[in-house]
């Protein structure tokens, strides 16, 4: 008889319950996202994509616990965040999740390593402590010789390689990505995917990516269509 090697069930990080967002404007009422249901594991590269004005944006603000949805429910790592209060969210998102956007949002008049520095000054590390492990990542991603430099000194490329370093500072259990190669020229985009890959694969983090473009599909494990504010599709990529 066949031995069946069972199925390793992954801790779930991230959940939407029947999350709803709506907008008002004057007396008219904008809904941007319709009962949406999704469950993201931890572990898991996923893509979220979307035309402009489908909800993408919504949905990340959602994930990213940015914002609160107007009815459901966003559970991170298990906790109910309708549940907690600002300060109990803002630690909770600051520990968890690593932000990385499409135009770096780098303070310009910081060098790489002070910015990579920022967020862990809100979790309370020594001076010490914080320029150590900034250098630590910068080099990791390939910037320790541009550790001084300050954002008008580096390439788009190397900004967003600044970007991730920042993002890694705390280190969160879950990345998401808003558009991180959109504002790149090609090279600079296909190797700031190789870093996403080498963080998911060889680091195993929760890495979530928010896009438009379907050429990032080969970069996932699973793509989550939206349009129109509902999900359209929810389904494994087939690796060639």
Request: hydrophobic fraction near 40%; proline fraction near 4%.
């Amino acid at each position: 008889m066949k031995t069946l090697t069972p199925r390793i069930k992954r801790k779930t990080v991230l959940e939407l319950e029947h999350a709803s967002k709506c907008y008002f404007l004057g007396e008219t009422t904008c809904s941007a996202l319709d009962n949406i249901n999704l469950k993201i594991s931890a572990g898991e590269a996923i893509l979220i994509i979307g035309p402009s004005g489908s909800g993408k944006s919504t949905m990340l603000h959602l994930l990213g616990c940015l914002d609160k949805p107007s009815k459901g429910k966003v559970f991170l790592d298990g906790a109910d965040i309708m549940e907690m209060s600002e300060e109990e969210l803002t630690r909770a998102r600051g520990k968890k999740i690593g932000f990385i956007f499409q135009f770096f949002f780098l303070i310009p008049t910081l060098n790489a390593v002070e910015n990579v520095e920022l967020p862990m000054i809100f979790d309370g590390a020594t001076a010490e402590e914080r320029r150590e492990r900034a250098i630590n990542l910068l080099k990791k991603v390939g910037l320790g010789e541009r550790l001084w430099h300050v954002p008008s000194q580096l390439s788009g490329g190397q900004r967003q390689r600044v970007a991730i370093a920042r993002a890694l500072a705390n280190d969160p259990l879950i990345i998401l990505a808003d558009e991180p190669t959109g504002n790149l020229d090609s090279k600079s985009g296909a190797e700031i995917l190789k870093l996403f890959e080498e963080l998911h694969k060889k680091e195993g983090r929760t890495i979530i990516i928010v896009t438009h473009d379907p050429g990032l599909l080969k970069h996932t494990q699973r793509v989550v269509e939206i349009k129109d504010g509902k999900i359209e599709s929810n389904k494994q990529v087939v690796k060639k």
